[in-house]
Nanobody, 126 residues
C-alpha cells in the first residue's frame, strides 16, 4: 500500500519560511512525477508545484514563482517544498501527490495524480 506522509507545516508570520516534506512508502518514487497542492478553507484544491521524475523539470503556479522551491531526494523517497516570503494567502492544507505511471509527464491537475497524503496545515498570519 502506497502511503504519503507530509510534515513541516505550522504557524508562521508573513514573510517567514517553512519547509514541507513528504515521505513516501510502499513504492519507490524514482521514476514518477510528484506534486504539491493546497486547499484553503472553503476553496477548491489548487496546484502549487510539480517536479518530474529526474528532478530536472519543475513547474510552479504563478503566485509562488521565485518564493517556493520543489525538490526531491529519490534515495530517501522524499519530496520537499521550501517556502519563503510567505503570505497570508498561502494559508491552507498542503498535500503532496504522486502519479502512478513511471516516466509519465508532470501535471498540474489534481485528477492526474493517483496517490495523496493527508496534508499538513500551513497558517500564515498577517
Amino acid at each position: 500500500q502506497v502511503q504519503l506522509v507530509e510534515s513541516g507545516g505550522g504557524l508562521v508570520q508573513a514573510g517567514g519560511s517553512l519547509r514541507l516534506s513528504c515521505v513516501v512508502s510502499g513504492r519507490t518514487i524514482t521514476s514518477i512525477p510528484m506534486g504539491w497542492f493546497r486547499q484553503a478553507p472553503g476553496k477548491e484544491r489548487e496546484f502549487v508545484a510539480t517536479i518530474d521524475w529526474s528532478g530536472n523539470y519543475r513547474y510552479y503556479t504563478n503566485s509562488v514563482k521565485g518564493r517556493f522551491t520543489i525538490s526531491r531526494d529519490n534515495a530517501e523517497n522524499t519530496v520537499s517544498l521550501q517556502m519563503h516570503s510567505l503570505k497570508p494567502e498561502n494559508t491552507g492544507v498542503y498535500s503532496c501527490a504522486a502519479r502512478r505511471t513511471s516516466y509519465s509527464s508532470t501535471a498540474n491537475a489534481a485528477g492526474s495524480y493517483d496517490y495523496w497524503g493527508q496534508g499538513t496545515q500551513v497558517t500564515v498570519s498577517s
